[in-house]
């Protein structure tokens, strides 16, 4: 429900009450659970991450064992979103850029959400056997950065609709790890 209005209305700008009041409790109640809007917003953000890990994963094993496969999988997804009719953004690019200072919570967490998934896909890509694994995944990590943000400027049919493309290409150009390596 509050993640909701704060992805809906932006998290500064949706007050306690109106969160109170949506779910149908006191604002007291709320401050019971949370110490602060902060912290509120903390959980929204940490809530957010995990639900995006489930996502990230269930596309990455649902395309089977090979990493191409998978990383091309994570990349579908991700634009499935952004083609959803609802997307408005990257959750924790939001939270980023609405709490910029790094002691916050919602800040910690979208950085944590960041973090985590650049190394899920230098996993991924450690697996491909390439020579650069981690400078293949940087790129990666541009191109779902690049999707999520043109996708909130210009929706999917702008460059967004680009991404499979430029994961394609980047994993076909990789260069294979040298032998004895």
């Known amino acids: ?12 700008a949706t007050g306690v009450d109106l969160v109170a009041a949506e779910a149908g ?11 602060s809007k902060d912290d509120l917003v903390g959980s929204y953000v940490e809530r957010a991450d995990l639900d995006f890990r489930e996502r990230f ?17 994570v990349f579908d997804s991700i634009f499935a ?17 609405e709490f910029p200072e790094p002691e916050l919570p919602a800040h910690r ?13 230098r996993e991924l890509t450690d697996a491909l056997g390439v020579e650069d694994p981690a400078e293949l995944a940087d790129h990666l990590v541009l191109v779902l950065e690049g999707l999520h943000a043109s996708g909130q400027s210009f929706g999917p049919n ?5 991404a499979r493309g430029l ?10 790890r040298p032998t004895g390596s």
């Open 1 to 12: 429900m509050a993640g909701d209005l704060f992805y809906l209305r932006g998290i500064r």
């Open 25 to 35: 409790v006191a604002p007291t109640t709320l401050y019971r659970l949370f110490a």
């Open 57 to 73: 994963t269930a596309a990455a094993e649902g395309a089977g064992p090979d990493p191409r496969d998978r990383i091309v999988a």
């Open 81 to 97: 979103e952004v083609s959803s009719g609802t997307f408005r953004g990257c959750e924790f690019h939001l939270a980023l850029a």
């Open 109 to 121: 967490n979208a950085l944590t959400a960041k973090s985590w998934t650049r190394q899920r896909i």
């Open 158 to 162: 702008g460059p967004a609709q680009r």
């Open 167 to 176: 994961v394609e290409g980047l994993l076909s150009t990789a260069a294979p």
